[in-house]
């Protein structure tokens, strides 16, 4: 799946935690019901961080951050049997 630009709502936490709460796809704006598993790829500029989540219906997808330039996308899209 080519990134696909999104906007996502975020919280930022006091030690600078990111946390996304609810983002759109597909013309909808989906609730993050839980979180997986973050990481963090690249150097420098070319930082990005990564964020597993799950939506109600055990929909997976794969946010990626871009804190450099502020932006937001979607890496991956699937149910959480696709994933296993």
């Known amino acids: 799946m080519p990134r696909v630009p999104t906007s996502v709502e975020a919280r930022?936490?006091?030690?600078?935690?990111?946390?996304?709460?609810?983002?759109?796809?597909?013309?909808?704006?989906?609730?993050?019901?839980?979180?997986?598993?973050?990481?963090?790829?690249?150097?420098?500029?070319?930082?990005?961080?990564?964020?597993?989540?799950?939506t109600a219906g055990e929909r997976m997808f794969e946010l990626v951050f871009a804190p450099d330039v502020r932006r937001w996308w979607m890496a991956r899209a699937g149910s959480s049997e696709a994933w296993a």
Not at 18 to 23: G, I, K, N
Not at 26 to 45: D, F
């Open 12 to 54: 930022f936490d006091q030690d600078g935690g990111l946390t996304p709460l609810a983002f759109q796809w597909q013309g909808q704006r989906l609730t993050v019901a839980s979180w997986g598993r973050t990481w963090t790829t690249g150097e420098g500029g070319e930082r990005r961080q990564h964020f597993l989540v799950m």
